[in-house]
T-cell receptor, first 111, second 108 residues
Framework: DAGVIQSPRHEVTEMGQEVTLRCKPISGHNSLFWYRQTMMRGLELLIY????????DSGMPEDRFSAKMPNASFSTLKIQPSEPRDSAVYFCASSLSGGYTFGSGTRLTVV | GIQVEQSPPDLILQEGANSTLRCNFSDSVNNLQWFHQNPWGQLINLFY???GTKQNGRLSATTVATERYSLLYISSSQTTDSGVYFCAVGVWGTALIFGKGTTLSVSS
C-alpha cells in the first residue's frame, strides 16, 4: 500500500485566498483524521471522520475551515479565506481500529 | 479532556546510550500510541500499546493503564533516533490526544 497520500506537500498563498488540502487514506481504513501542527499549540485535532461521517469537528477553528469526505478514499480540508495565523503543517491520518498511519503533511504558508 | 504529559521535554545523548521516555495521562484510556517525528517532519507509528509491553528491535514500550503511564525505552541509541517522540492517548470513538513530545538529539 502507498500509505496515506496528501497533496500538495507545500502551499504558499496570499491572505484571503482559498486553500484546499487533499488526503487519500489507506484503502480499507474506516477512520480519517485531520490534525494541525504548530510550534505554539503542538499537534491538535481538527476533525475526525468515521465511515465517511464527521464524528468530532470541535477542533475546527472557525467557520473559515470546512472538511468533507465524499467517499472512503478521499477527503478535503478547505480554508476560505486564509489568514497568516493558519500557517502550519496539516496532517491527515487514517486508521482501522488500531494504530494511526499519518501522511507526509502539507506545509501551508499564508503571506 | 484527557491531559497528556511527557517527560523529559528534551534529551541529549551520545550514540550508544540508553534512554527512557515517560508519558503520564490524566484519565482512563483504551488507546495509546507512540510516534516518532523525524527531522524531516514525518510521523511514524512506533507502538500501539494500550496496555502491556511490546518490543521492536532496540525500542520497547510498557503501558501500565491502571497507574496511567507509559514508558518508551530506546537502547543503544543511534543518530537516526533523533527527532521528537510523541505519546498520544484516547478512548474508543474519539481521536487521539497528543502530548507535547520529547525532543531527542543523539550525537556521534
Amino acid at each position: 500500500d502507498a500509505g496515506v497520500i496528501q497533496s500538495p506537500r507545500h502551499e504558499v498563498t496570499e491572505m484571503g485566498q482559498e486553500v484546499t488540502l487533499r488526503c487519500k487514506p489507506i484503502s480499507g481504513h474506516n477512520s480519517l483524521f485531520w490534525y494541525r501542527q504548530t510550534m505554539m499549540r503542538g499537534l491538535e485535532l481538527l476533525i475526525y471522520f468515521n465511515n465517511n461521517v464527521p464524528i468530532d469537528d470541535s477542533g475546527m477553528p472557525e467557520d473559515r475551515f470546512s472538511a468533507k469526505m465524499p467517499n472512503a478514499s478521499f477527503s478535503t480540508l478547505k480554508i476560505q479565506p486564509s489568514e497568516p495565523r493558519d500557517s502550519a503543517v496539516y496532517f491527515c491520518a487514517s486508521s482501522l481500529s488500531g494504530g494511526y498511519t499519518f501522511g507526509s503533511g502539507t506545509r501551508l504558508t499564508v503571506v | 479532556g484527557i491531559q497528556v504529559e511527557q517527560s523529559p521535554p528534551d534529551l541529549i545523548l551520545q550514540e550508544g546510550a540508553n534512554s527512557t521516555l515517560r508519558c503520564n495521562f490524566s484519565d482512563s484510556v483504551n488507546n495509546l500510541q507512540w510516534f516518532h517525528q523525524n527531522p524531516w517532519g514525518q510521523l511514524i507509528n512506533l507502538f500501539y500499546i494500550p496496555s502491556g509491553t511490546k518490543q521492536n528491535g532496540r525500542l520497547s514500550a510498557t503501558t501500565v493503564a491502571t497507574e496511567r503511564y507509559s514508558l518508551l525505552y530506546i537502547s543503544s541509541s543511534q543518530t537516526t533516533d533523533s527527532g521528537v517522540y510523541f505519546c498520544a492517548v484516547g478512548v474508543w470513538g474519539t481521536a487521539l490526544i497528543f502530548g507535547k513530545g520529547t525532543t531527542l538529539s543523539v550525537s556521534s
